[in-house]
């Protein structure tokens, strides 16, 4: 490896780190304010109570016209990720670089809206959400209002960024980190039969076995798209279709 190809690549390392501490910095500023002007502000530790099995969780506030929304987002990721998954993929058709373009932007339309739509509930009801987080049983017990008011946070920064930004490959690996952490979460919760609701777009109580695991199946099948943005995609302000990756 020459040397100019070796600074190059730690120049790119170095610019991917920089770009993904942003995030993770604009996340926790997010977090305080969000916080620190809510009208009923949650305590930063702490840990709502654990129920043996949640039957009867408070509810909160949902965007009317999100039944109808997120379904199509979904089916949108999910066809992605069906087509990425498929030999489809290897077909000339899909080789050609403006068709390549045109899923990418398509992608991240749409996990943008999944992620702003996903952040809004929970910003507005936090302890509801942190009730919810509390269920799964998987953090410290002090940690769990700090995780809960954290996480829509860094959703809204990642939608906002996967939508308005050129970084395209790290805010990708970042959903991609948090994808992980949603399928361990609800995997884990599946095996111990929590009986706990995904609480992706709607914070409410307990649902059924066999919505968690179209959850836990629909998450799945999203890691594939998040998984190319991260691997393939050019990185481009989502209105550019030029081909040439910006630095």
Not at 70 to 85: C, D, T
Not at 100 to 110: D, H, N, P
């Amino acid at each position: 490896m020459s040397s100019i190809t070796y600074l190059r690549i730690s120049k790119l390392l170095l610019m991917k780190k920089r770009v993904i501490l942003l995030l993770f910095i604009l996340s926790f500023i997010g977090t305080f304010l969000s916080n620190s002007l809510s009208s009923d502000p949650l305590t930063w530790l702490g840990s709502p109570q654990v129920y043996p099995k949640p039957t009867d969780l408070t509810p909160s506030s949902s965007i009317p016209f999100l039944p109808v929304l997120m379904p199509l987002l979904a089916f949108e990721l999910i066809l992605l990720g069906l087509v990425y998954l498929s030999p489809l993929k290897n077909h000339k058709l899909f080789k050609n670089i403006a068709l390549k373009i045109s899923f990418q932007k398509a992608s991240q339309v749409g996990l943008g809206l999944m992620f702003l739509f996903s952040s809004y509930p929970k910003i507005l009801s936090p302890y509801n959400f942190a009730e919810l987080v509390a269920q799964y049983q998987m953090l410290p017990s002090w940690s769990v209002n700090l995780f809960s008011l954290w996480l829509p946070a860094f959703e809204l920064v990642l939608a906002l960024f996967i939508l308005f930004s050129p970084w395209v490959k790290e805010v990708s690996a970042c959903i991609l980190f948090l994808m992980f952490l949603f399928i361990i979460a609800l995997g884990q919760a599946l095996y111990r039969d929590l009986g706990v609701t995904c609480g992706c777009f709607d914070v409410v109580g307990a649902q059924d076995k066999k919505g968690a695991w179209t959850s836990f199946i629909r998450d799945l099948i999203l890691l594939w798209p998040i998984i190319w943005l991260s691997l393939k995609a050019q990185n481009l302000w989502i209105w550019s279709f030029k081909t040439k990756p910006t630095p």
